[in-house]
């Protein structure tokens, strides 16, 4: 019994995304029983597995995870509505926060090789400008091939089967309010939310003005989420080309 | 984390034995250097007219130095504590040019340095320099990659590590293996101690010390290779080689390193106490004591090196899963999603968003806790509800202090005046040339100790870093301390 209940305070333990295992001693201890102790270890793998937990790493920044499909743990529409809950009202402001994850992601690793390097080894932080240059320089990349083609139909514009980057590219950077604050519907805001969301998550820590990817983030990315990334693309790109071919 | 010897590397070298073989290692060993020597030339820095008295390699090296001395210690040397280290250096070259020193300017400068070495502008990917490699046969031309200092997490800090071509550079021993390296330094070591070189054997000392911590990471960087990915090391021949070669050279480097103390201390006996020399002697005992702890630690982790090995075979799935061709995030995710309909991206991100935000607790709906909550009495909240009454404040402290307020006040007025840094070798005479009392100076010194490593809560914005350098003025001597009074940030 004593093992079942040191197993879930360590899961208990992973799943705080601030705590370190250099700041707790408990958790210290535990993460080094389940280094050293090989039955011990296995029952906390199955565990969290059977709670939709898989283990990605155990090592001195503490024991990781990621949340298998359909699982408890998985972030929901209701989470992904309360990074910015001011303005996360319209679809295209979900949308234009699902550009921004992946952008963060893609300026972190702009090479492919960046994915195989030690994640031990920090990404060099990132800002809220950088960001948003990436997205806005190739809303103007699309933009120019864009020029060129027809008014959109009315039900493309209902049916939003307009392309994604026009939502980011249609909503402004940064305003200021009467207040002297930072408008709620940019998206330097947006931006803002979802890095300082991560930062809660433990994911990020902040540096005066720019983000530093932690330990927690790579090791993440880095253990499958980019070739995950290309599959669900390229899974829905499949699936355009097969519809297509039926029509 | 040191650079691992890929076996990559190792392939593109040419065979052993080939009559060139020695000419590409010696091409590669000066192309190490190429970085550096490209900071000297930069061309943004000469347009920079502001910069342009400052030597950008005398800093690079001195950002070597202290990244060395702090490595292995409880708090490493970071970026953003590097610039009270170089101010002294900065200052004297400011002062060399006629020029006003500024802070303004010392960050910025530093953080140009830093930003070279760590190749920012590539996002700190590798240095990549071409050379021709030569064989008896064939002549190729390849690419070595490098880096000279490295990046590495502590707790949710940013610390800066050298590398071992960095520490190779810093140590003018690229073309000497480490080992052999740290042999032929404490032999050296212990032949200055007990001839009396002292201040040779204080730069050997240090070299000696950045040799250890060399060393420390070659084999941690073999054993966290094997975790991280298994296929990566030869377990089969290279690494128990290399590991019953690593035990008996730690167990030779503690023989010499007792052998060292022991000459230090048998001289530190029959010299004056409390003179310059004896200072140097227990700087060199203490940088000694150092490299033998490391290398009892060393040793310890060698004699268990196996276990690592079992244990990494044991926990294969945490190898990162690789697909066969790694993704262009970019180009082959971003632009996509970019590019699809608004409807079918919003379906798609959903799963994106999954994927890239780890696990999230669901908050769990307690009965007892919300009846808790609903059954608790509203507050109350009004302006006058609750009137403050002015008291009478006494002190109610029991413990005697040494310096009257006037002076606590006065002294740390003092040290909230310092806007530019400076060394407190410096603040000491100037208080006494400007008539300040004995007290004072007292206290100012002490008052910088006590900032150094507060125990109480009177803290004042002021930053104080401990430089290696020793001082005696005006009564005090030890380690010097640069201040630096960072109100004017605030202000800005």
């Not at chain 2, 290399?242 to 060292?260: C, G």
């Amino acid at each position: 019994m004593p093992d079942y209940y040191e197993a879930g305070r360590l899961i208990q333990f992973g799943l705080r995304p601030t705590v370190h295992p250099n700041q707790n001693t408990e958790y210290r201890e535990l993460v080094e029983r389940a280094q050293d102790d090989r039955g011990f270890w296995a029952i906390v793998r199955d565990v969290s597995y059977g709670m939709g937990l898989e283990t990605i790493a155990l090592n001195r920044h503490g024991v990781r995870f990621r949340p298998l499909d359909g699982s408890v743990f998985a972030m929901s529409i209701a989470d992904i509505r309360d990074i910015n809950p001011a303005s996360a009202q319209g679809a295209d402001d979900r949308l234009i926060g699902f550009l921004i994850d992946v952008a963060i992601c893609a300026l972190i690793y702009p090479r492919p090789q960046d994915l195989e390097e030690d994640a031990e080894r920090p990404r060099p932080p990132i800002s809220l400008q950088e960001v948003e240059d990436m997205l806005r320089g190739l809303c103007s990349r699309f933009e120019a091939s864009f020029r060129e083609e027809p008014d959109p139909e009315t039900h493309h514009l209902e049916n939003r089967l307009y392309d994604a980057w026009l939502a980011y590219h249609r909503r402004y950077a940064d305003k200021e309010t009467e207040s002297g604050q930072r408008g709620r519907h940019g998206t330097v805001r947006l931006i803002e939310s979802h890095l300082e969301f991560m930062v809660n998550q433990g994911l990020f820590a902040r540096q005066g003005s720019r983000y530093q990817p932690l330990y927690a983030y790579q090791i993440h990315v880095q253990t499958g989420v980019a070739s995950d990334l290309v599959a669900i693309v390229q899974g829905l790109e499949t699936d355009e080309a097969e519809i297509e071919e039926v029509v | 984390m040191a650079d691992m010897p890929d076996n990559d590397d190792l392939t593109r070298m040419p065979p052993e034995g080939d009559a060139h073989a020695e000419l590409v290692q010696r091409l590669r060993v000066l192309l190490y250097a190429r970085p550096l020597l490209q900071l000297r030339r930069n061309e943004a820095h000469r347009q920079q007219g502001h910069l342009a008295h400052y030597d950008l390699l005398v800093i690079a090296l001195k950002i070597f130095d202290l990244v060395v001395e702090n490595t292995g210690l409880d708090e490493e040397m970071s970026g953003e504590r590097l610039l009270p280290h170089l101010v002294p250096i900065l200052k004297v070259m400011d002062e060399g040019a006629g020029v006003t020193p500024s802070s303004g300017r010392h960050r910025e400068v530093v953080q140009a340095v830093l930003d070279w070495l760590l190749n920012e502008r590539e996002r700190r990917a590798p240095f990549q320099e071409d050379y021709l490699a030569v064989t008896s046969t064939e002549a190729v031309r390849r690419t070595l990659e490098f880096r000279l200092i490295d990046t590495q997490f502590q707790g949710e800090d940013v610390v800066l590590r050298l590398t071992d071509p960095g520490v190779n550079l810093y140590l003018s021993a690229l073309d000497i293996d480490i080992e052999s390296a740290q042999a032929a330094t404490e032999a050296v070591l212990e032949s200055q101690v007990r001839r009396g070189k002292l201040e040779s054997a204080m730069g050997t000392a240090k070299a000696a010390r950045a040799q250890s911590i060399q060393y420390q990471q070659k084999i941690e960087g073999i054993l966290h290779q094997t975790t991280r990915d298994l296929r990566s090391v030869d377990w089969k021949r290279a690494v128990p080689d290399l590991l019953e070669e690593a035990y008996e050279h730690t167990a030779l480097r503690r023989t010499t390193e007792t052998n060292i103390l022991t000459a230090t201390n048998e001289r530190l006996d029959r010299i004056e106490y409390g003179g310059a020399d004896a200072r140097r002697l227990t700087d060199i005992g203490a940088l000694v004591q150092d490299c033998f702890e490391r290398h009892v630690r060393l040793q310890g982790m060698v004699m268990s090196a196996r276990g690592v090995f079992l244990d990494a075979q044991e926990a294969q799935e945490f190898k990162p899963r690789r697909s066969g061709v790694l993704p262009n995030l970019q180009n082959d995710v971003l632009i996509p999603l970019m590019r699809m309909p608004a409807v079918e991206a919003d379906k798609v991100g959903v799963r994106m968003a999954q994927a890239l935000h780890g696990p999230l607790v669901p908050r769990l709906f307690a009965l007892g806790d919300y009846l808790e909550w609903a059954m608790q009495p509203r507050r109350e909240v009004g302006v006058a509800a609750s009137p403050v009454v002015s008291r009478e404040l006494s002190d109610l402290s029991l413990d005697l202090l040494h310096f009257p307020d006037d002076i606590r006040e006065e002294g740390d007025a003092w040290l909230l005046r310092q806007r530019e840094p400076v060394l407190l070798s410096d603040l000491l005479p100037n208080l006494h040339a400007d008539g300040r009392t004995d007290a004072l100076r007292e206290y100012v010194a002490l008052r910088v100790l006590n900032l150094y490593a507060p125990e109480t809560e009177t803290l004042i914005p002021v930053i104080v870093e401990r430089m290696d350098e020793r001082f005696t003025a005006c009564g005090f001597a030890g380690h010097d301390f640069v201040v630096h009074s960072f109100e004017q940030e605030d202000h800005a």
